[in-house]
């Protein structure tokens, strides 16, 4: 069976993937998003996500260190290293202590840091090329990054968070926690990636309705970052 689904977030793919292996599904392979399941035993499995330091590979002393607890590395994406254990030989929890859960959580916002820039400056160069003229496309693919760079900083603002409340288990202080970006400015920007795409393909009247509806959900998603700001 496949499923694609795309997660910035390591403790919602954590839980998605358990809850399929509760259902009966074990997963076998990643790919860009599409996870490949297979039939077993619900709930056989108990999958943790951890961060490598090198793209698609690990360390001998890794998979060792792996291996003596029981668990196996199902996966390497990037930096992301999807394991598994038998659920009927325990908890499975890589981290334990404070110190190291920092350290960890500090190299995933590092990261989602690194790809934002990137993905920010590839929002420049189209829209650089839209107004050059040199790519028709260029506002739209513009906007479409758009929407990866709020989900990228969004991760980045989770990762701080849990850094954050970590710090604060720590030393009793107490740290205001930072708010997301709201959806509803991804999804407007979204829509008018879309209605830069599909404008010489449908009616003016259909163009019309997507832009109103890309500018009302742009409008909405300032104003739900005006409030939160204000609370």
């Not at 961060?51 to 360390?59: H, Q």
């Not at 260190?65 to 038998?86: F, P, S």
């Not at 849990?162 to 288990?169: C, G, M, Q, T, Y």
């Not at 970006?181 to 393909?201: C, H, K, P, R, T």
């Amino acid at each position: 069976m496949f499923k694609y689904r795309l997660y910035f977030n390591k403790a919602a793919m954590i839980e998605w993937l358990n809850e399929m292996s509760v259902k009966g599904w074990a997963m076998t392979h990643f790919f860009a998003g599409l996870y490949t399941f297979e039939e077993c035993q619900p709930g056989k499995y108990v999958y943790q996500v951890d961060f490598g330091e090198k793209m698609f590979s690990v360390k001998d002393e890794y998979k060792e260190l792996i291996h003596d607890t029981g668990a196996e590395i199902v996966q390497c994406w990037g930096y992301w290293i999807i394991l598994r254990k038998l659920a009927a030989s325990g908890a499975f929890e890589l981290y334990t202590d404070t110190g190291s859960k920092i350290e960890y959580y500090i190299k995933i916002r590092r990261m989602f840091k690194i790809v934002t820039i990137i993905e920010l400056v590839c929002i420049w160069w189209n829209l650089m090329a839209g107004i050059a003229g040199k790519n028709l496309y260029g506002f739209a693919f513009a906007f479409l990054l758009a929407v990866f760079a709020i989900a990228l900083g969004n991760g980045a603002i989770w990762a701080t968070n849990i850094i954050n409340r970590l710090r604060e288990a720590q030393s009793g202080i107490k740290i205001e926690k930072r708010r997301k970006v709201s959806v509803l400015l991804a999804a407007g920007l979204f829509f008018n990636s879309f209605a830069w795409i599909i404008q010489e393909n449908v009616s003016r009247s259909i163009l019309h309705f997507i832009q109103m509806a890309a500018v009302a959900l742009l409008l909405a998603g300032i104003w739900d970052i005006s409030k939160k700001r204000n609370v």
